[in-house]
């Protein structure tokens, strides 16, 4: 079956450092979402992605399309404490509904 | 602005009984879905809808019904439950058409144990 590969795993960083994590698909993909996820709560929308090249910034956080479309990476710079959370990857790929998610990466930051 | 809402937040059920997970989305959504997440697992497609009468099986669809009688509410039914079914439920929603069409929405979660 279709496959995200998300990584890494977990980051325990200090505050205002620079973050990076990214998704990697064996598929190509038509649209790219990252979500955040705080304890006890669901998945919120951070950025969206829908070609490829793009590149979208919200805020301190920079998200890109990869050229290959079977990749993406979000960065959050000058982190803090507030930043801490699960982040997901998503990508969803043409024939259908088929949105696939990776497995996270939890964020730890100390202030 | 309600979005995407599920009820209830928590639930303890006994092995054997059954129950449902309500969902109501208020933006005319025609895509609706249900997933659960489970540690170190993301985020696992029980079933979706592309529209009012229109359901399918997602990932991991044994054990759980849906139906689709109307565009906002898509409820989920554990038919007999099982400890495995112990998860976080989520439903969510999206447009289904347009550039913009695939970019889902979650609900708050629905935080189910069975006992």
Redesign the interface.
């Known amino acids: 079956?279709q496959q995200l590969n998300?990584s890494p795993?977990s980051m325990f960083i200090q505050e205002g450092e620079d973050v990076s994590m990214n998704c990697t698909s064996s598929s190509i993909f038509?649209?790219w979402?990252w979500?955040k996820q705080d304890p006890?709560?669901?998945?919120?929308?951070l950025i969206?992605l829908?070609k490829a090249g793009e590149l979208t910034s919200n805020g301190r956080l920079t998200a890109q399309f990869g050229i290959t479309r079977k990749d993406s990476f979000l960065n959050i710079s000058a982190s803090i404490p507030s930043d801490v959370g699960i982040y997901?990857c998503?990508g969803?790929y043409t024939g259908g509904?088929k949105?696939i998610?990776?497995?996270?990466t939890r964020l730890f930051v100390k202030a | 602005n309600a979005g995407v809402t599920q009820t209830p937040k928590f639930q303890v059920l006994k092995t054997g009984q059954s129950m449902t997970l309500q969902c109501a989305q208020d933006m005319n959504h025609e895509y609706m879905s249900w997933y659960r997440q489970d540690p170190g697992m993301g985020l696992r497609l029980i079933h979706y809808s592309v529209g009012a009468g229109i359901t399918d099986q997602g990932e991991v669809p044994n054990g759980y019904n849906v139906s689709r009688s109307t565009t906002e509410d898509f409820p989920l039914r554990l038919l007999s439950a099982a400890p495995s079914q112990t998860s976080v439920y989520f439903c969510a929603s999206s447009r289904g058409q347009g550039a913009q069409g695939n970019t889902i929405y979650f609900g708050e979660g629905s935080w189910l144990t069975v006992v």
């Open positions: 079956g998300q795993q038509n649209t979402l979500y006890g709560e669901g998945p919120v929308l969206a829908y997901f998503a969803h509904f949105t998610f990776g497995a996270g």
